[in-house]
């Protein structure tokens, strides 16, 4: 974990004051909203979530046996019906912000998750990826590592942000580690941040600014790469390998 002095925070020395202040900005123009539009990549593709095209087979990808705890962190519980699940989808469909989209596992052509855009800041250029769910068929795989990825590179090269956030409850061990191996960088620990169905939750921040984000790029082009896996399908170096190097953790 990094915790951030003094020091590492970019400054100019005010000329009238003395004291130190921020950097003028080389581009202050809103970057752009992210649209309903298709992200495709080698192993998964991302499309806007549609009640019609996505729900039957999202309801399947939500309902493994153990659906209650993969929902456990996440702000609805898992379905229990296919007409709840496709309730949902349609009112998430509608939604600007947060702005779903759905992942497919381009092996099978199966939806097999779904994430979003929120907190959606173009006159900050700061945007977070969140309502993650990654079902048992990609998560751990090149699919959802892919879909992060497609994230990312939209919103840096695309959209012109210049911070990209996760964050997740900070009891939830497994996205803590994700989105350490993803290169995010670990920011603080928010006590009673939130109320989610009823409980009480701290949230553990992380980002990724546009400055690191050409280095991170080339890390997940090196992890994705197919000659990165063996026949059976086993990676040779780890992604955490390639951005604790750059993470200096």
Known sequence: MHSLHEEQIPREIDGESGLPIGPVMRNAEPAQRPQRTVLDG?????EPLDVKRHSEALFHASTPA???GRFLYL???APSSKQELTGWVARAAQSEDPLFFAVIDKRSGQVEG?????????????????NIYWGPAIAGTQVATEANFL????VFDALGYRRFEWKCNALNAPSRRAALRFGFKYEGHFRRAVIVRGRSRDTSWFSIIDEEWPALKTAYGQWLDPQNFDENGHQKTRLSELTVALNGT
Request: a positive charge; proline letters at 6%; charged letters at 20%.
């Open 75 to 77: 702000g609805e519980p």
């Open 151 to 154: 994230f990312a590179q939209y």
């Open 42 to 46: 080698r192993y998964c593709r991302l």
């Open 66 to 68: 153990d659906a209650a």
């Open 114 to 130: 779904r994430q979003s855009f929120l907190r959606i800041t173009p006159a900050q250029q700061c945007i977070e990826i969140g």
